[in-house]
């Protein structure tokens, strides 16, 4: 039974009693069911530009700032655990009643451990690999509010909810010493997260424009802060989707391979076929990937030319020219 069929079976059995009025949803995944809330006005709350651009097209009143004041408000769990500690903290400010969602992957139990730590015993319901759990308004987890990026130990800022957040991602770091002293005038980076690779761009010769393409709205806030060169644009958008004025002559990226707490390789995939049709006929992309990834067939399909570079064991890589039909 699908992990959403908490809510519903939470109601249905009258084990759960929604108060009337207005429900927010603080970061549901595009295939959450909302079905359940059919009655209320909902506002969803997110920061990741895929899942609202789906809830928009879907007819949903959509935000990306912290949650207004609403009598409900519906947490799913993310799998960053800070991130989903500061969302419950956001949520017990603002909201009558506070319900907690979320699959064991993501680490719900051990946030319903943490809340009972807090306030006592608490009524949840178990199912499909997951949780469901409530309580009313409190301020007991004032101190688990996250309300602005700090400097990590390299001196970037980052925040919770980001990837990365405690310092440099190591296979970045790879990628970013394995650059050439020159690159193309037009660069782009796509899943630019806070910033790192884009960095190392912009300190390189050649390099007149850069795009920072991210998904995730708290991740381009912190490259923001990060990238502080007047060469540098930034794009909240689906690096999948995204359509640029003018193709790129070159393209650095560390593609995600996650969709939650799931490996899914074809993100990785999908990243190089995006990268590939952004690419100018003559334009050229850096890449990193975890070695265990299947990513070369994906770029043969995509570039004339292919090379892996040294990595290490960890890491793999690549640096791939000529897009189009080998």
């Not at 929604?18 to 295939?31: C, E, F, I, S, Y």
């Not at 993501?106 to 199912?127: A, E, N, Q, V, Y």
């Amino acid at each position: 039974m699908a992990a959403h069929s908490r809510l519903a079976t939470a109601l249905d059995d009258g084990a759960m009693t929604l108060p009337g009025g207005a429900v927010t949803v603080m970061r549901p995944g595009a295939d959450y069911d909302l079905s359940p809330l059919s009655d209320r006005d909902i506002t969803i709350q997110h920061t990741h530009a895929t899942e609202v651009e789906a809830f928009r097209a879907a007819g949903y009143t959509v935000s990306r700032d912290r949650p207004a004041a609403a009598t409900t408000t519906i947490v799913v769990v993310p799998r960053f655990k800070a991130l989903a500690r500061s969302m419950i903290a956001q949520a017990a400010a603002t909201s009558g009643m506070i319900v907690v969602d979320g699959q064991r992957s993501d680490g719900i139990d051990s946030l319903f451990r943490d809340c009972r730590k807090r306030l006592g015993d608490l009524p949840s319901i178990t199912k499909a690999h997951g949780r469901i759990f409530w309580f009313a308004a409190t301020d007991v987890f004032a101190d688990w509010a996250v309300s602005a990026p700090v400097a990590n130990v390299s001196g970037f800022h980052t925040t919770a909810g980001v990837f990365s957040d405690g310092e440099v991602d190591r296979g970045s770091a790879l990628l970013a010493a394995a650059l050439p002293g020159k690159l193309p005038a037009t660069m782009a980076d796509l899943g630019a997260g806070w910033g790192y690779l884009s960095r190392a761009v912009l300190d390189r010769d050649g390099v007149k424009s850069l795009a920072l393409v991210e998904s995730e709205a708290l991740a381009l806030d912190c490259a923001r802060l990060n990238i502080d060169d007047p060469r540098a644009s930034f794009h909240w958008a689906d690096a999948l989707a995204f359509r640029p004025e003018r193709k790129f002559e070159g393209i650095v990226m560390n593609p995600p391979f996650h969709t939650g707490s799931k490996g899914t390789p074809a993100l990785g995939q999908g990243f190089i076929v995006a990268a590939a049709r952004m690419l100018a006929p003559h334009g050229q992309l850096w890449m990193v990937a975890n070695r265990h990834l299947p990513y070369e067939a994906a770029l043969r399909s995509q570039f004339r030319r292919v090379e892996e570079l040294p990595g290490d064991g960890a890491f793999k890589l690549f640096h791939a020219a000529r897009p189009g039909t080998p």
